[in-house]
């Protein structure tokens, strides 16, 4: 019913930038909150950053300063810019969503994940 397709990861040299995008397609009447979400190899799934649909934004402590979190509510679309990447950074970075369906049901959907890979 939903998908979300990520985009925007690659390797980058630590102190680089990178923009990670997350378009969210099918039967969808609004997007809620969404967010992105990281795992690193042996860790578990961690909180990067959210964003409401009201625009209020939340960031794990080890990427604030670093990473903002921006959406385009007309797009079904969120972007995660990220600066000063350090190798700690290193993840799959998965995109969340809330999804309002045009069913008027809601239901939390994730993408399928993009490798950020920060090495010299």
């Known amino acids: 019913q939903v998908q979300l397709v990520e985009s925007g990861g690659g390797l980058v040299q630590p102190g680089g930038s990178l923009r990670l995008s997350c378009v969210a397609s099918g039967s969808i009447f609004r997007t809620n909150a969404m967010g992105w979400y990281r795992q690193a190899p042996g860790k578990q799934r961690e909180l990067v950053a959210t964003i409401t649909g009201g625009g209020t934004t939340n960031y794990a402590d080890s990427v604030k300063g670093r990473f903002t979190i921006s959406r385009d509510i007309a797009k079904k679309t969120v972007y995660l810019q990220m600066n000063s990447l350090k190798p700690d950074d290193t993840a799959v970075y998965y995109c969340?969503?809330?999804?309002?369906?045009?069913?008027?049901?809601?239901?939390?959907?994730w993408g399928q994940g993009t490798q950020v890979t920060v090495s010299s």
């Open positions: 969340n969503a809330d999804v309002l369906l045009t069913t008027l049901r809601t239901t939390n959907y």
